[in-house]
């Protein structure tokens, strides 16, 4: 209730960009303070050889550059995943690029993965891993296309970001599905999808994991919602035959769906872009539901898109998911929020 009455009178007043940077600040500040919470009583499940202290985690896009890895984990994240991350640096759309949609608890956004590039995030994990903590946080690094970088050339500007970062990282995504790079969702197809997830398993699985599990570093491809059913199947016929870990399903949406309570005057105005929120929790469940159907336990999936309360944590791990993630509740719910949906995810 606090947080929501100063959402309300302070940062839904100020530009979206502008509050996230500021309370990105304020956790990074607190991180040497609040980061022995996440640990105090130990991992609690192995995915994919991995131990977390319990299945809730932060979504890509809050921590893009891994600046604030040790206070998010404070506050009751179990994993960070951070990017996403391109093999160069690029400054992202023209701002406004993030807005917000209040009456739905949601957010628009077309960031473009604006981020430092692959190198420079790869020396802040180096950093971090160097730390006696450091090393044993569970940290996801989620890659995806350069933007000036053609389609034909997408498997090498992968492979590239796989070279500099898998050293690092707890596990590896590759994104296909941001609706914000102009082609990006292309290559979800199959025949797209499979020389990239190949070359980037084949770097991935040569690079010495480090937490020390055998086989190199878990690899997972992430899907947009909005996929037809028999893409998703697809996709997940070509995970298990590339002997990939698993898939994140799902990204953010391209549609507006009927169910939104903002006017439509109001989502026009917002503009293109990838919606999160609420809104997305009906089809990312369904998404997930039937991954599982399909794939039984060959595949660790995660869940994502429109997890905002615990009983959505509880609904998404009843539906098959082995980690459940979300970004844009933290948002909306403030600091307190973290640790509250962990609990409703077995955090002991």
Known sequence: MVYDAFFRSVFSRMDPEVAHEQAFRAIRAGGRLLSPVTRAHGPALEVMGVPFPHPFGLAAGFDKNARAVRGLLGLGFGHVEVGTVTARPQPGNPRPRLVRLVDDRA???RMGFNNDGAAVVASRLHRLRSTGPGAADVVGVNIGKTKATPLESA??????????????????????????????????????????????KDLADRTPHVHGRPGGVPLL?????????????????LALELGLDGISATNTTIARPDSLHSGRDEVERAG????????????STQVLAALRRHVGDRLTLVGVGGVTTPDDVRDRLAAGADLVQAYTGFIYEGPAWPARLARAAGAR
């Open 107 to 109: 957010v628009v956004n």
């Open 155 to 200: 498997v090498e500007d992968y492979a590239e970001s796989t070279r500099l970062l898998a050293p690092y990282a707890s596990y590896l995504v590759v994104n296909v599905s941001s609706p914000n790079t102009p082609g990006l969702r292309d290559l979800q197809s199959v025949d797209a999808l499979r020389p990239i997830l190949g070359r980037v």
């Open 221 to 237: 491809v992430k899907i947009a919602p909005d996929l037809v059913d028999d893409d998703v199947l697809a996709v997940a016929d």
């Open 272 to 283: 293109a872009g990838g919606l999160s929120g609420p809104v997305l929790k009906e089809r």
